[in-house]
C-alpha cells in the first residue's frame, strides 16, 4: 500500500501521482492521511485503484471517478462524486449539499445523511444514503436510482425524468410531476441488489417507490401553472 501524508505532501502532487495510474498499475491501493477537509481530493480518477481517505474531505471529492473505489472514513464536503462515472465511492460519515450531481454510472454509498440537492440531474448513477436527506433533491433527475433508508426533504423529484426513487422513510413533499408508483416485482429485485451492493441492512418491500408522472415532457396548456 502507498501511503501519503497530505501533511507534507501537496494536494496537487497526490492527485497527479492519482491520476497516472495506468489500468494495469501494481500499485492499487493507496490510502491518504491527515486530508483535513481539504478540497478535490482524489478527483478525475481512471484506474481500478483502491483509494483510502482517513479523515474529512471538502468540497468535490472523487469527483469524475472512473475506475476506482474511493473510501472516505470521515465526512464529505459539497460535491461528492459529482460527475461520476463508474467505480465506487462510500462516505463513512455525513455528505454535504448536491453529492453525486450530474453522475452518470457507477455507485455512491453515504452511511450518514446527506444535504439538500442529493442526486441532482444524475445520469444513471446509482446512490444508496443510509440516512436522511434534504430538500430538493433528484431535481431533473434523469436516469438512476436514489435509495434512501432514512426520510427525504421537501420538494423530492422536482422535475423528474426516468430516474427511480426509493425512500423507506417519510417524505416531506414531492416536487412537481413527481408521484408515488407501484413497487413491482422487478423494483424488488433490482433494490435488492442495490442495497446488497452497498451493505445496507433493510428490505426493498419496506421502501416506496416514486417516479416521474411524465406530464411536464411537453407543454400543455392546462399544466401551464407548474412550468
Same mark, same amino acid.
Given at each position: 500500500?502507498?501511503?501519503?501524508?497530505?501533511?507534507?505532501?501537496?494536494?496537487?502532487?497526490?492527485?497527479?501521482?492519482?491520476?497516472?495510474?495506468?489500468?494495469?498499475?501494481?500499485?492499487?491501493?493507496?490510502?491518504?492521511?491527515?486530508?483535513?477537509?481539504?478540497?478535490?481530493?482524489?478527483?478525475?480518477?481512471?484506474?481500478?485503484?483502491?483509494?483510502? @481517505?482517513? *479523515?474529512?474531505? &471538502?468540497?468535490?471529492? /472523487?469527483? +469524475?471517478?472512473?475506475?476506482?473505489?474511493?473510501? $472516505?472514513? %470521515?465526512? =464529505?464536503?459539497?460535491?461528492?462524486?459529482?460527475?461520476?462515472?463508474?467505480?465506487?465511492?462510500?462516505?463513512?460519515?455525513?455528505?454535504?449539499?448536491?453529492?453525486?450531481?450530474?453522475?452518470?454510472?457507477?455507485?455512491?454509498?453515504?452511511?450518514?445523511?446527506?444535504?439538500?440537492?442529493?442526486?441532482?440531474?444524475?445520469?444513471?448513477?446509482?446512490?444508496? @444514503?443510509? *440516512?436522511?436527506? &434534504?430538500?430538493?433533491? /433528484?431535481? +431533473?433527475?434523469?436516469?438512476?436510482?436514489?435509495? $434512501?433508508? %432514512?426520510? =427525504?426533504?421537501?420538494?423530492?423529484?422536482?422535475?423528474?425524468?426516468?430516474?427511480?426513487?426509493?425512500?423507506?422513510?417519510?417524505?416531506?413533499?414531492?416536487?412537481?410531476?413527481?408521484?408515488?408508483?407501484?413497487?413491482?416485482?422487478?423494483?424488488?429485485?433490482?433494490?435488492?441488489?442495490?442495497?446488497?451492493?452497498?451493505?445496507?441492512?433493510?428490505?426493498?418491500?419496506?421502501?416506496?417507490?416514486?417516479?416521474?408522472?411524465?406530464?411536464?415532457?411537453?407543454?400543455?396548456?392546462?399544466?401551464?401553472?407548474?412550468?
Amino acid at each position: 500500500m502507498q501511503t501519503i501524508d497530505l501533511a507534507t505532501t501537496p494536494l496537487r502532487e497526490l492527485n497527479a501521482a492519482l491520476q497516472a495510474q495506468a489500468a494495469t498499475t501494481n500499485q492499487t491501493e493507496w490510502l491518504i492521511e491527515n486530508p483535513k477537509g481539504a478540497h478535490a481530493i482524489a478527483v478525475g480518477l481512471d484506474a481500478p485503484i483502491e483509494v483510502t @481517505v482517513n *479523515g474529512p474531505t &471538502g468540497y468535490y471529492c /472523487a469527483g +469524475m471517478n472512473k475506475q476506482a473505489t474511493v473510501h $472516505v472514513k %470521515g465526512s =464529505a464536503g459539497p460535491g461528492v462524486a459529482e460527475n461520476m462515472m463508474s467505480g465506487t465511492v462510500v462516505i463513512d460519515g455525513d455528505a454535504s449539499q448536491y453529492a453525486g450531481a450530474t453522475g452518470h454510472g457507477g455507485l455512491l454509498v453515504i452511511k450518514g445523511n446527506a444535504s439538500s440537492r442529493c442526486g441532482i440531474s444524475m445520469k444513471g448513477i446509482d446512490i444508496v @444514503v443510509y *440516512g436522511n436527506i &434534504g430538500h430538493m433533491s /433528484a431535481f +431533473m433527475a434523469q436516469t438512476g436510482n436514489l435509495v $434512501v433508508l %432514512g426520510d =427525504a426533504g421537501a420538494n423530492l423529484g422536482d422535475s423528474l425524468y426516468e430516474a427511480r426513487l426509493f425512500v423507506r422513510g417519510s417524505v416531506k413533499s414531492l416536487g412537481s410531476d413527481c408521484v408515488e408508483k407501484e413497487m413491482r416485482p422487478e423494483h424488488i429485485v433490482l433494490l435488492k441488489d442495490l442495497l446488497e451492493r452497498s451493505g445496507a441492512d433493510a428490505k426493498p418491500e419496506d421502501f416506496k417507490r416514486y417516479g416521474s408522472a411524465r406530464t411536464l415532457y411537453n407543454f400543455h396548456v392546462d399544466h401551464a401553472g407548474e412550468y
